[in-house]
């Protein structure tokens, strides 16, 4: 009989390695969706190639969500499909594709506008579905050997080289989440050649927002962070730096740098868990960098939001910010004439160009992350480091299938 493995989460703190049921061609059962547990023959069965640790598991594993006990958790996946269902026409056994993490049916208002993170279909909660996250439709996370993806025709992008791709998996394996959810946050902020971005937070979305800012032509892509480790990562491959907990005014720090207090466009990639600027250094407060891109936001321009935040937070600093209601400058943005922009990135209107661009070589996103291939087993210990800021984004390999 097949087994399976994964990677749960047990309480604030703490993931563990776990046997758990291999996958079915299946929908999710949901008490709240009477048309879960169906037969799935539009979906695959894959076995995990890679899978990465995002800092949303992390937010999830530090206990700020009302994620359950028990729960797989995964949604970066690349894999090669196992076991097909009789509708799927347009990919095969063997395949090596990546997954985007929005979960889509392809079918509704919203997929056929190519809005696949807001899919109305396949969360019977709310608008967006995602693997091993909560709140997101109860399905079964990919930091595990084997996951079930459904309407894989729809979903599924297949590398057209197996062996190129396993040649730069590294790069590849962030095409399902961290680096089109970066790149999405500067084309919402309208980077462009010759652009000046302001970047907060130097974690991977960060670093790949940083790289995908490039890639779009920005003139000078500025990091902030208060990590020194992931500040010199960004250096690394051309961004000039801010050490926010130096600096209290943020608009001076970017004078220093440009000769002028504003860029032309911000990206917030830290999200809820924001911490204080300058004094305030270490101190929770979860509208710091909304309100600080608005002040340092050209008149007129846009804020890209790929950071995550939460409509239910029980680690929240009072009780607005843990419903998820934050004080946030409007009257600012306002009279600045800012426009703002979040939710989750629609993965499928960017990853086969992005695929593209690494395949050629015009952009190498595992770099700027600091890519780190570890097993399965480690990664208990992965999420440790990467809680306590390590300048790594961390790649699990179930299978040891990567060089």
């Not at 563990?16 to 069965?45: C, N, W």
């Not at 590849?172 to 462009?192: E, N």
């Amino acid at each position: 009989m097949a087994t399976n493995r994964g990677v749960a989460y047990i309480k604030p703190g703490e993931v563990a390695i776990q046997s758990i049921p291999y996958p079915k061609l299946r929908m999710p059962k949901s008490e709240t969706d009477p048309f879960g547990g169906k037969d799935a023959p539009h979906g695959v069965i894959l076995k995990i190639v890679t899978t990465n640790i995002c800092g949303s598991d992390q937010h999830m594993v530090r206990g700020r969500t009302t994620a359950p006990q028990g729960l797989i958790l995964g949604h970066e996946i690349t894999g090669q499909i196992i076991e097909k269902g009789s509708d799927v026409e347009m990919v095969d056994i063997g395949d090596i594709c990546t997954v985007p993490f929005n979960i889509a049916c392809g079918r509704c208002r919203n997929c056929r506008e190519g809005l696949t993170g807001i899919c109305l279909t396949v969360n019977p909660a709310r608008p967006g579905a995602a693997y091993g996250y909560v709140d997101m439709g109860g399905w079964v996370g990919g930091q595990a050997e084997y996951v079930m993806v459904p309407y894989a025709d729809f979903n599924l992008i297949k590398f057209p080289n197996k062996e190129r791709a396993m040649a730069k998996i590294k790069d590849l394996t962030l095409l399902s989440d961290i680096f089109p959810t970066g790149f999405h946050g500067c084309v919402q902020a309208g980077v462009k050649p010759g652009s000046t971005v302001y970047i907060a937070g130097a974690g991977p979305v960060g670093l790949a927002a940083a790289a995908g800012a490039q890639l779009l032509g920005a003139a000078v892509v500025i990091v902030g962070d208060m990590i020194p480790e992931r500040l010199a990562q960004a250096r690394s491959f051309g961004c000039e730096t801010i050490d926010v907990s130096k600096v209290p005014d943020l608009g001076a720090a970017i004078e220093q740098i440009l000769g002028e207090p504003v860029v032309d466009c911000a990206v917030d990639c830290v999200g809820f868990e924001a911490r204080g600027h300058g004094g305030d250094a270490g101190v929770e407060r979860p509208a710091t960098v909304l309100n600080a891109l608005q002040e340092i936001a050209r008149a007129g321009g846009s804020i890209g939001i790929p950071g995550l935040y939460v409509t239910g937070d029980p680690g929240g600093v009072d009780a607005n910010a843990k419903i998820g209601a934050l004080s946030l400058r409007i009257g600012l943005g306002w009279a600045k004439s800012c426009s703002f922009h979040t939710g989750q990135c629609p993965v499928l209107r960017y990853n086969r160009n992005l695929m593209n661009a690494i395949l050629y070589e015009k952009v190498f996103p595992a770099k700027a992350v600091n890519a780190t291939i570890i097993s399965l087993d480690d990664a208990p210990q992965g999420y440790k480091d990467f809680d306590k800021g390590a300048a790594k984004k961390f790649i699990i390999d179930p299978h040891g299938m990567t060089k």
